[in-house]
């Protein structure tokens, strides 16, 4: 597997991953758009294959009942969002493309929650768009 | 517009100053949203905020800004005294404003993995930073 490193604009918080793979998934829910600003660009990294330095500047978010957001509390760069709550999706970090020290190579394997992007924009690409109801379908979560 | 971070704790009113969405893709951007700064450019002295707000001299000439509270980015503003500019992260409002991106820059330094659809007005890293250096250099007459 290939490593990649990474650090927030500052520098504080630092990390080295052992990539899974190349492709990442982009979100359109409300709180990623809100929360990033766009969408949620981030690759999926077992909580076992990163490291990170400059821990003590991170801040954390509990934004539902489920996942935290966590950001650099020096500098504001976006860092993670992980899923909390035990199950099949727990532990494992969603880090945003952009922290990489190198992003080159990384490629687009869906979007999620299509139906609530904005029309502002669009990414070029034939891959997966999944709406809302698909996304949750695929997460095995009821939809409300 | 008004808009409001993730947990609601940041309120922002402004007015925009274009009919239009940016987005920037230059490393400072790229690190500290995660993918690129997508932004409105507000009206100078438009302006208005509340709540706890956090930022970080990123530069000489400007900062960023963050809820203290969730993390949401919230915009990029210019220090440099005599200028009121204030580039707001378009995820603050609904619906990105209504607005449709139409200029990319630092195009030239956008990781390969993903391009936004669509024909916009890009510039590269050279092409702004000539246009910002002379710009500092009238700044400091």
Redesign the interface.
């Known amino acids: 597997m290939a490593t990649r490193t990474g650090q927030c604009l500052c520098g504080e918080v630092r990390f080295s991953a052992e990539m899974p793979g190349i492709s990442y998934g982009v979100c359109h829910c409300k709180m990623c758009q809100r929360w990033a600003g766009s969408a949620l660009f981030a690759i999926s990294v077992p909580e076992a294959d990163i490291t990170f330095s400059g821990q003590h500047a991170v801040q954390r978010f509990q934004s539902s009942g489920w996942a935290e957001r966590a950001w650099c509390g020096k500098c504001g760069s976006s860092l993670w969002y992980r899923v909390t709550e035990p199950g099949p999706h727990h532990g494992a970090y969603e880090i945003p493309i952009g922290v990489f020290d190198d992003a080159d190579g990384l490629v687009i394997e869906h979007e999620i929650f299509i139906d609530q992007k904005p029309d502002a924009f669009a990414l070029a690409g034939g891959h997966p768009r999944l709406t809302q109801a698909e996304t949750l379908a695929r997460l095995g979560i009821a939809e409300e | 517009m008004k808009g409001?971070?993730?947990?609601g704790a940041v309120s922002v009113t402004f007015e925009p100053a274009a009919d239009k969405?940016s987005?920037c893709h230059c490393e400072?951007c790229?690190?500290?949203?995660?993918?690129?700064?997508?932004?409105i450019d507000a009206k100078p002295g438009s302006v208005a905020h509340d709540g706890p707000v956090?930022?970080?001299a990123?530069s000489d000439w400007a900062e960023?800004?963050?809820c203290?509270?969730?993390?949401?980015?919230l915009w990029y503003h210019l220090t440099l005294p005599g200028h009121d500019y204030y580039s707001i992260?378009?995820?603050?409002v609904e619906?990105?404003?209504?607005?449709?991106?139409r200029t990319e820059i630092y195009i030239d330094v956008k990781?390969?993995?993903?391009?936004?659809?669509?024909d916009h007005e890009t510039k590269t890293k050279a092409e702004i930073e000539a246009g910002f250096a002379a710009f500092l250099e009238g700044a400091q007459t």
């Open positions: 409001h971070c993730l947990c969405l987005a400072m790229r690190r500290w949203t995660g993918s690129a700064l997508l932004e956090k930022s970080y990123s960023r800004a963050w203290d509270q969730c993390g949401t980015t992260s378009a995820g603050l619906d990105a404003g209504g607005l449709t991106l990781p390969g993995g993903y391009a936004f659809a669509g």
